[in-house]
Protein backbone atom coordinates (compact mmCIF):
# COMPACT_ATOMS: atom_id res chain seq x y z
CA UNK A 1 0.00 0.00 0.00
CA UNK A 2 1.30 3.42 -1.18
CA UNK A 3 0.54 6.64 1.45
CA UNK A 4 0.10 9.81 -0.12
CA UNK A 5 0.38 12.97 2.25
CA UNK A 6 -1.78 16.19 0.13
CA UNK A 7 -2.79 19.08 2.29
CA UNK A 8 -6.32 18.57 0.07
CA UNK A 9 -8.14 15.25 -1.03
CA UNK A 10 -10.38 16.43 -4.05
CA UNK A 11 -12.09 14.50 -6.63
CA UNK A 12 -9.82 15.15 -8.80
CA UNK A 13 -6.64 14.21 -6.77
CA UNK A 14 -8.15 11.21 -5.91
CA UNK A 15 -9.53 10.21 -9.82
CA UNK A 16 -5.94 10.46 -11.42
CA UNK A 17 -4.18 9.03 -8.81
CA UNK A 18 -6.19 6.18 -8.89
CA UNK A 19 -6.09 5.49 -12.11
CA UNK A 20 -1.77 6.64 -12.09
CA UNK A 21 -1.09 4.10 -9.69
CA UNK A 22 -3.93 1.70 -9.99
CA UNK A 23 -4.76 1.03 -13.25
CA UNK A 24 -1.23 1.38 -14.85
CA UNK A 25 0.90 0.23 -11.99
CA UNK A 26 -0.95 -1.86 -10.08
CA UNK A 27 0.07 -0.46 -6.65
CA UNK A 28 -3.35 0.34 -4.23
CA UNK A 29 -2.92 3.86 -2.72
CA UNK A 30 -4.53 5.51 -0.27
CA UNK A 31 -4.33 9.00 1.06
CA UNK A 32 -4.14 11.13 4.55
CA UNK A 33 -3.72 15.02 5.51
CA UNK A 34 -2.48 14.04 8.55
CA UNK A 35 1.16 14.75 9.28
CA UNK A 36 1.01 12.17 12.08
CA UNK A 37 -0.28 9.46 10.67
CA UNK A 38 1.85 10.32 7.48
CA UNK A 39 4.81 10.08 9.75
CA UNK A 40 3.85 6.74 11.50
CA UNK A 41 3.90 4.80 8.14
CA UNK A 42 6.41 2.33 7.67
CA UNK A 43 5.55 1.30 4.05
CA UNK A 44 6.54 3.17 1.36
CA UNK A 45 5.06 7.07 1.22
CA UNK A 46 5.13 10.28 -1.04
CA UNK A 47 4.03 13.60 -0.26
CA UNK A 48 2.21 15.63 -2.64
CA UNK A 49 2.00 19.30 -1.71
CA UNK A 50 3.61 22.84 -2.17
CA UNK A 51 5.91 21.49 0.26
CA UNK A 52 8.04 19.25 1.94
CA UNK A 53 7.50 17.36 5.28
CA UNK A 54 10.90 15.99 5.71
CA UNK A 55 12.89 13.98 3.43
CA UNK A 56 10.54 11.86 1.99
CA UNK A 57 9.25 11.10 -1.66
CA UNK A 58 8.64 14.68 -2.82
CA UNK A 59 6.47 16.27 -6.06
CA UNK A 60 5.54 19.61 -5.67
CA UNK A 61 1.76 20.04 -6.93
CA UNK A 62 0.09 22.56 -9.28
CA UNK A 63 -2.59 24.05 -8.52
CA UNK A 64 -4.93 22.05 -11.54
CA UNK A 65 -5.79 19.06 -9.06
CA UNK A 66 -7.19 21.67 -6.13
CA UNK A 67 -9.27 23.85 -8.91
CA UNK A 68 -12.93 23.30 -9.61
CA UNK A 69 -14.31 24.51 -12.97
CA UNK A 70 -12.14 25.14 -16.65
CA UNK A 71 -9.73 28.01 -16.49
CA UNK A 72 -7.20 28.99 -19.35
CA UNK A 73 -4.17 27.29 -18.17
CA UNK A 74 -0.69 28.25 -19.85
CA UNK A 75 1.08 25.11 -21.28
CA UNK A 76 4.76 25.18 -21.76
CA UNK A 77 6.56 22.06 -23.15
CA UNK A 78 9.54 20.36 -22.09
CA UNK A 79 11.38 17.66 -21.87
CA UNK A 80 11.61 15.18 -19.12
CA UNK A 81 14.62 13.33 -20.69
CA UNK A 82 13.25 11.99 -23.90
CA UNK A 83 9.55 12.30 -22.94
CA UNK A 84 7.20 15.37 -23.45
CA UNK A 85 6.42 16.95 -20.39
CA UNK A 86 4.42 20.16 -19.05
CA UNK A 87 3.77 21.51 -15.51
CA UNK A 88 7.31 22.24 -13.95
CA UNK A 89 7.72 21.69 -10.58
CA UNK A 90 10.98 22.89 -9.41
CA UNK A 91 14.22 21.99 -8.11
CA UNK A 92 12.87 21.09 -4.95
CA UNK A 93 10.60 17.93 -6.16
CA UNK A 94 12.25 14.67 -6.56
CA UNK A 95 11.03 14.71 -10.39
CA UNK A 96 10.65 18.02 -12.53
CA UNK A 97 6.97 18.31 -13.45
CA UNK A 98 3.69 17.91 -11.60
CA UNK A 99 3.00 14.39 -13.93
CA UNK A 100 -0.01 14.20 -12.13
CA UNK A 101 -1.76 17.35 -13.14
CA UNK A 102 -0.80 17.04 -16.59
CA UNK A 103 -2.00 13.37 -16.36
CA UNK A 104 -5.18 15.24 -15.44
CA UNK A 105 -5.30 17.54 -17.90
CA UNK A 106 -4.45 15.33 -20.91
CA UNK A 107 -7.41 12.27 -19.69
CA UNK A 108 -10.06 14.49 -18.53
CA UNK A 109 -9.81 15.81 -22.26
CA UNK A 110 -9.55 19.37 -20.08
CA UNK A 111 -8.89 21.31 -23.78
CA UNK A 112 -11.77 20.30 -24.95
CA UNK A 113 -13.78 22.05 -22.95
CA UNK A 114 -12.13 25.47 -23.56
CA UNK A 115 -12.94 27.41 -26.78
CA UNK A 116 -11.74 25.90 -29.88
CA UNK A 117 -12.80 25.93 -33.74
CA UNK A 118 -14.91 22.53 -34.73
CA UNK A 119 -13.37 20.78 -37.60
CA UNK A 120 -16.43 19.63 -40.40
CA UNK A 121 -18.19 17.10 -38.12
CA UNK A 122 -18.70 19.52 -35.59
CA UNK A 123 -15.82 18.03 -33.42
CA UNK A 124 -12.44 18.79 -31.83
CA UNK A 125 -9.98 18.27 -34.41
CA UNK A 126 -6.53 16.59 -33.81
CA UNK A 127 -4.52 19.88 -34.50
CA UNK A 128 -6.16 21.84 -31.54
CA UNK A 129 -4.58 19.69 -28.87
CA UNK A 130 -1.02 20.04 -27.49
CA UNK A 131 -0.06 15.96 -28.14
CA UNK A 132 -0.70 16.95 -31.92
CA UNK A 133 0.91 20.53 -31.44
CA UNK A 134 4.05 18.62 -30.03
CA UNK A 135 4.33 15.98 -31.80
CA UNK A 136 3.39 13.27 -28.74
CA UNK A 137 0.06 12.04 -30.01
CA UNK A 138 1.77 8.63 -31.31
CA UNK A 139 2.86 7.86 -28.02
CA UNK A 140 0.94 7.14 -24.81
CA UNK A 141 2.64 9.86 -22.51
CA UNK A 142 0.72 9.57 -19.25
CA UNK A 143 1.71 5.64 -19.05
CA UNK A 144 5.32 6.41 -19.80
CA UNK A 145 5.40 8.95 -17.22
CA UNK A 146 4.20 6.37 -14.81
CA UNK A 147 6.58 4.02 -15.83
CA UNK A 148 9.50 6.63 -15.63
CA UNK A 149 8.32 7.57 -12.50
CA UNK A 150 7.77 3.47 -11.05
CA UNK A 151 11.36 3.26 -11.55
CA UNK A 152 12.35 5.83 -9.23
CA UNK A 153 9.93 4.30 -6.54
CA UNK A 154 11.97 1.22 -7.17
CA UNK A 155 15.20 3.12 -6.11
CA UNK A 156 13.74 4.72 -3.38
CA UNK A 157 11.52 1.82 -1.65
CA UNK A 158 13.67 -1.46 -3.26
CA UNK A 159 12.04 -3.91 -0.46
CA UNK A 160 8.63 -3.24 -1.78
CA UNK A 161 7.03 -5.62 -4.17
CA UNK A 162 5.85 -3.98 -7.63
CA UNK A 163 3.48 -5.99 -9.51
CA UNK A 164 3.43 -5.91 -13.58
CA UNK A 165 0.19 -5.42 -15.60
CA UNK A 166 0.57 -7.69 -19.07
CA UNK A 167 0.10 -6.81 -22.69
CA UNK A 168 -3.44 -6.76 -24.17
CA UNK A 169 -4.84 -6.31 -27.62
CA UNK A 170 -8.13 -5.92 -28.55
CA UNK A 171 -9.39 -5.62 -32.48
CA UNK A 172 -12.76 -3.65 -32.97
CA UNK A 173 -14.95 -4.22 -35.89
CA UNK A 174 -17.07 -1.17 -37.22
CA UNK A 175 -20.14 -2.47 -39.54
CA UNK A 176 -21.25 0.81 -41.78
CA UNK A 177 -21.94 -1.08 -44.65
CA UNK A 178 -22.30 -5.10 -43.99
CA UNK A 179 -23.14 -5.64 -47.37
CA UNK A 180 -21.65 -3.62 -50.56
CA UNK A 181 -24.05 -5.31 -53.03
CA UNK A 182 -26.54 -7.18 -51.49
CA UNK A 183 -30.10 -6.84 -49.52
CA UNK A 184 -30.54 -2.96 -50.41
CA UNK A 185 -33.96 -2.92 -51.64
CA UNK A 186 -35.05 -2.28 -55.15
CA UNK A 187 -34.85 1.31 -55.39
CA UNK A 188 -31.00 1.42 -54.20
CA UNK A 189 -29.93 -1.66 -56.38
CA UNK A 190 -31.38 -0.80 -59.40
CA UNK A 191 -29.80 2.62 -59.04
CA UNK A 192 -26.23 1.03 -58.24
CA UNK A 193 -27.16 -1.02 -61.47
CA UNK A 194 -27.45 2.41 -63.38
CA UNK A 195 -24.95 4.10 -61.73
CA UNK A 196 -22.64 1.73 -62.65
CA UNK A 197 -23.49 1.83 -66.37
CA UNK A 198 -23.24 5.00 -66.68
CA UNK A 199 -19.96 5.46 -65.41
CA UNK A 200 -18.64 2.88 -67.59
CA UNK A 201 -17.60 0.42 -64.24
CA UNK A 202 -18.30 -2.87 -65.76
CA UNK A 203 -16.26 -4.83 -63.40
CA UNK A 204 -18.16 -3.45 -60.49
CA UNK A 205 -20.96 -3.89 -62.64
CA UNK A 206 -20.17 -7.66 -63.35
CA UNK A 207 -19.55 -8.02 -59.57
CA UNK A 208 -22.73 -6.53 -58.48
CA UNK A 209 -24.67 -9.24 -60.59
CA UNK A 210 -22.47 -12.08 -59.16
CA UNK A 211 -22.91 -11.18 -55.77
CA UNK A 212 -26.88 -10.46 -56.09
CA UNK A 213 -27.59 -13.60 -58.09
CA UNK A 214 -25.70 -15.81 -55.25
CA UNK A 215 -23.29 -16.83 -57.57
CA UNK A 216 -20.45 -15.11 -55.03
CA UNK A 217 -20.32 -14.07 -51.76
CA UNK A 218 -20.82 -10.39 -51.72
CA UNK A 219 -17.17 -8.91 -50.72
CA UNK A 220 -18.36 -6.64 -47.49
CA UNK A 221 -19.42 -9.85 -46.00
CA UNK A 222 -15.80 -10.94 -44.54
CA UNK A 223 -17.47 -11.68 -40.82
CA UNK A 224 -16.46 -15.42 -41.18
CA UNK A 225 -13.03 -14.49 -41.81
CA UNK A 226 -12.85 -12.29 -39.20
CA UNK A 227 -14.41 -14.46 -36.64
CA UNK A 228 -12.52 -17.66 -38.00
CA UNK A 229 -8.84 -15.35 -37.17
CA UNK A 230 -10.82 -14.68 -33.98
CA UNK A 231 -11.06 -18.09 -32.84
CA UNK A 232 -7.97 -19.01 -34.28
CA UNK A 233 -5.59 -16.48 -32.32
CA UNK A 234 -8.04 -16.37 -29.27
CA UNK A 235 -8.43 -12.27 -30.59
CA UNK A 236 -10.95 -10.37 -28.11
CA UNK A 237 -12.78 -9.10 -31.24
CA UNK A 238 -15.69 -6.52 -30.76
CA UNK A 239 -18.17 -5.67 -33.67
CA UNK A 240 -20.25 -2.54 -33.57
CA UNK A 241 -23.14 -2.40 -35.92
CA UNK A 242 -24.82 0.96 -37.79
CA UNK A 243 -28.36 0.52 -37.92
CA UNK A 244 -30.01 4.04 -37.42
CA UNK A 245 -32.09 5.11 -40.00
CA UNK A 246 -31.15 5.96 -43.27
CA UNK A 247 -29.42 9.79 -44.01
CA UNK A 248 -26.48 11.14 -46.16
CA UNK A 249 -24.02 9.33 -43.74
CA UNK A 250 -25.47 6.02 -42.41
CA UNK A 251 -25.84 4.00 -45.71
CA UNK A 252 -26.20 0.29 -43.67
CA UNK A 253 -29.14 -2.15 -44.59
CA UNK A 254 -31.97 -1.48 -43.25
CA UNK A 255 -32.24 -2.41 -39.07
CA UNK A 256 -35.86 -4.10 -40.87
CA UNK A 257 -33.79 -5.98 -43.27
CA UNK A 258 -34.58 -10.02 -42.33
CA UNK A 259 -30.62 -10.98 -43.90
CA UNK A 260 -29.38 -7.93 -41.89
CA UNK A 261 -30.66 -9.21 -38.24
CA UNK A 262 -29.82 -12.74 -39.20
CA UNK A 263 -26.31 -11.18 -39.64
CA UNK A 264 -26.18 -9.60 -36.32
CA UNK A 265 -27.38 -12.62 -34.91
CA UNK A 266 -24.98 -14.89 -35.79
CA UNK A 267 -22.29 -12.37 -35.17
CA UNK A 268 -23.42 -12.04 -31.46
CA UNK A 269 -23.48 -16.11 -31.26
CA UNK A 270 -19.21 -16.27 -32.04
CA UNK A 271 -18.06 -12.00 -30.30
CA UNK A 272 -19.24 -9.28 -28.56
CA UNK A 273 -21.79 -6.68 -29.98
CA UNK A 274 -21.74 -2.99 -29.80
CA UNK A 275 -23.41 -0.23 -31.19
CA UNK A 276 -22.47 2.56 -33.68
CA UNK A 277 -24.72 5.46 -32.77
CA UNK A 278 -25.59 6.73 -36.39
CA UNK A 279 -23.88 10.09 -37.32
CA UNK A 280 -27.16 12.52 -36.03
CA UNK A 281 -27.28 10.93 -32.45
CA UNK A 282 -24.39 12.47 -31.27
CA UNK A 283 -25.74 15.07 -29.13
CA UNK A 284 -29.44 13.75 -29.80
CA UNK A 285 -30.17 11.14 -26.78
CA UNK A 286 -33.95 10.19 -28.08
CA UNK A 287 -32.40 8.88 -31.46
CA UNK A 288 -29.63 7.04 -29.51
CA UNK A 289 -32.34 5.62 -27.00
CA UNK A 290 -33.91 4.92 -29.97
CA UNK A 291 -31.09 2.99 -31.85
CA UNK A 292 -30.01 0.86 -28.66
CA UNK A 293 -33.44 -0.31 -28.16
CA UNK A 294 -32.98 -1.57 -32.05
CA UNK A 295 -30.16 -3.46 -31.41
CA UNK A 296 -31.36 -5.29 -28.02
CA UNK A 297 -34.14 -6.25 -29.70
CA UNK A 298 -32.20 -7.89 -32.13
CA UNK A 299 -29.78 -9.76 -29.87
CA UNK A 300 -32.17 -9.84 -27.16
CA UNK A 301 -29.55 -8.84 -24.59
CA UNK A 302 -28.60 -5.33 -23.21
CA UNK A 303 -26.26 -3.33 -25.68
CA UNK A 304 -23.46 -1.71 -23.09
CA UNK A 305 -20.76 -0.28 -25.17
CA UNK A 306 -21.15 1.57 -28.03
CA UNK A 307 -18.59 3.92 -30.50
CA UNK A 308 -19.73 7.08 -32.01
CA UNK A 309 -19.89 7.21 -36.17
CA UNK A 310 -17.36 9.32 -37.49
CA UNK A 311 -16.32 9.31 -33.81
CA UNK A 312 -18.75 12.03 -33.56
CA UNK A 313 -17.51 13.33 -29.77
CA UNK A 314 -18.88 16.23 -28.38
CA UNK A 315 -17.39 16.00 -24.62
CA UNK A 316 -19.13 15.98 -21.99
CA UNK A 317 -22.95 16.05 -24.22
CA UNK A 318 -22.03 12.46 -25.86
CA UNK A 319 -20.91 10.73 -22.34
CA UNK A 320 -23.71 12.20 -20.24
CA UNK A 321 -26.12 10.84 -23.25
CA UNK A 322 -24.35 7.37 -22.69
CA UNK A 323 -24.81 7.38 -19.24
CA UNK A 324 -28.03 8.04 -18.87
CA UNK A 325 -29.20 5.40 -21.40
CA UNK A 326 -27.12 2.20 -19.23
CA UNK A 327 -24.00 2.62 -21.13
CA UNK A 328 -20.79 1.07 -19.41
CA UNK A 329 -18.18 1.37 -22.20
CA UNK A 330 -17.43 3.62 -24.81
CA UNK A 331 -14.60 2.97 -27.96
CA UNK A 332 -14.99 6.21 -29.31
CA UNK A 333 -11.56 7.84 -27.93
CA UNK A 334 -9.83 8.49 -30.69
CA UNK A 335 -9.41 10.61 -34.10
CA UNK A 336 -10.23 10.15 -37.65
CA UNK A 337 -7.50 11.95 -39.34
CA UNK A 338 -4.71 11.42 -36.96
CA UNK A 339 -3.79 7.39 -35.60
CA UNK A 340 -2.15 7.97 -31.81
CA UNK A 341 -3.91 8.49 -28.52
CA UNK A 342 -6.44 10.99 -27.97
CA UNK A 343 -6.19 10.93 -24.09
CA UNK A 344 -2.51 10.03 -24.22
CA UNK A 345 -2.84 6.59 -22.68
CA UNK A 346 -2.99 3.14 -23.76
CA UNK A 347 -5.14 2.54 -20.27
CA UNK A 348 -8.69 1.85 -20.11
CA UNK A 349 -10.11 5.03 -17.97
CA UNK A 350 -13.46 6.47 -16.32
CA UNK A 351 -14.95 9.77 -18.13
CA UNK A 352 -14.52 12.35 -15.65
CA UNK A 353 -17.16 14.96 -15.84
CA UNK A 354 -15.50 18.22 -15.73
CA UNK A 355 -19.03 19.92 -15.54
CA UNK A 356 -20.10 18.03 -12.14
CA UNK A 357 -16.41 17.55 -10.90
CA UNK A 358 -17.12 13.79 -10.62
CA UNK A 359 -15.88 10.12 -11.82
CA UNK A 360 -18.74 8.52 -13.71
CA UNK A 361 -19.33 4.82 -14.34
CA UNK A 362 -18.72 5.43 -18.36
CA UNK A 363 -15.42 3.33 -18.88
CA UNK A 364 -13.61 5.15 -21.90
CA UNK A 365 -10.94 2.60 -23.86
CA UNK A 366 -9.06 4.18 -26.79
CA UNK A 367 -7.99 3.02 -29.55
CA UNK A 368 -4.72 4.09 -31.45
CA UNK A 369 -5.79 3.92 -35.29
CA UNK A 370 -8.52 3.18 -37.38
CA UNK A 371 -7.71 1.71 -40.72
CA UNK A 372 -9.57 4.81 -42.87
CA UNK A 373 -7.27 7.05 -41.02
CA UNK A 374 -4.22 5.80 -41.99
CA UNK A 375 -5.01 4.97 -45.57
CA UNK A 376 -7.82 7.50 -46.26
CA UNK A 377 -6.50 10.69 -44.13
CA UNK A 378 -3.13 9.91 -43.86
CA UNK A 379 -2.65 9.01 -47.42
CA UNK A 380 -0.37 6.02 -46.19
CA UNK A 381 0.99 3.03 -48.66
CA UNK A 382 0.02 -0.17 -47.16
CA UNK A 383 3.80 -0.89 -46.39
CA UNK A 384 3.29 2.64 -44.84
CA UNK A 385 0.47 1.80 -42.71
CA UNK A 386 1.32 -1.45 -41.57
CA UNK A 387 4.86 0.22 -40.34
CA UNK A 388 3.05 3.16 -38.83
CA UNK A 389 0.25 0.23 -37.09
CA UNK A 390 3.26 -1.98 -36.15
CA UNK A 391 4.84 1.25 -34.00
CA UNK A 392 1.98 2.38 -32.64
CA UNK A 393 1.64 -1.82 -31.14
CA UNK A 394 5.38 -1.22 -29.94
CA UNK A 395 4.65 2.06 -28.08
CA UNK A 396 1.61 0.08 -25.96
CA UNK A 397 3.62 -2.97 -25.43
CA UNK A 398 6.96 -0.78 -23.66
CA UNK A 399 4.03 -0.07 -20.94
CA UNK A 400 2.23 -2.82 -20.90
CA UNK A 401 -1.32 -1.06 -22.17
CA UNK A 402 -4.38 -2.22 -24.11
CA UNK A 403 -3.61 -1.75 -27.81
CA UNK A 404 -7.47 -1.19 -29.58
CA UNK A 405 -7.47 -1.41 -33.42
CA UNK A 406 -10.16 -0.53 -35.17
CA UNK A 407 -10.87 -1.93 -38.74
CA UNK A 408 -14.11 -2.19 -40.76
CA UNK A 409 -15.70 -5.55 -42.28
CA UNK A 410 -15.28 -3.88 -45.87
CA UNK A 411 -11.04 -3.79 -45.19
CA UNK A 412 -11.02 -7.32 -45.18
CA UNK A 413 -13.02 -7.46 -48.85
CA UNK A 414 -9.43 -7.12 -50.47
CA UNK A 415 -11.24 -5.63 -53.69
CA UNK A 416 -9.56 -2.90 -55.30
CA UNK A 417 -9.29 0.48 -52.74
CA UNK A 418 -8.14 -2.51 -49.84
CA UNK A 419 -6.13 -4.67 -51.36
CA UNK A 420 -3.48 -6.10 -48.93
CA UNK A 421 -5.15 -5.28 -46.11
CA UNK A 422 -6.55 -8.25 -45.06
CA UNK A 423 -2.90 -9.48 -44.74
CA UNK A 424 -2.17 -6.18 -42.79
CA UNK A 425 -4.98 -7.31 -40.29
CA UNK A 426 -3.28 -10.74 -39.69
CA UNK A 427 0.15 -9.54 -39.31
CA UNK A 428 -1.30 -6.57 -36.87
CA UNK A 429 -3.01 -9.42 -34.49
CA UNK A 430 0.24 -11.90 -34.58
CA UNK A 431 3.43 -10.30 -34.56
Known amino acids: MLLIYTHKITPRLN ?15 TFTTRVDEFVAHNGPKITYSKSALGSEFFIRSHDLLFEQG ?32 ASF ?35 PVIDIWAFKFLELLKEKFPKYYFKTREFDLTSTINVNRAFTYKHKGIVRTVGGFFNDFFHLRFVNLYNRLLAIFNFRKDPYNTFSEILEIKDQLNINTLFFF ?37 YFSYKNAEKLKKEKLRLENIINTPVIFSRQ ?53 LKIIPFAFTDFTLKEHMGLSNE ?17 GTFVSVFHNETLSENNYWKGWSSIYKTMVTK
Open 242 to 278: SIGDFTTYDKNISFSNYKFRSLIKSVADYAKIGLQPS
Open 105 to 139: YLISRYEEYLPHVQNEHECFPPEESIAFKNNFLEK
Open 384 to 400: ESLHRILKLKQEVKKVN
Open 70 to 101: INDIDINISMWDDVPCFFPSGEISNIPYDIFA
Open 15 to 29: YIFKHFFTRILQIPV
Open 309 to 361: YYLRLSIPETYQNLIDLDFEEDYTMGYVRCAGFRASTCTPFYFYDLDFEIQTP
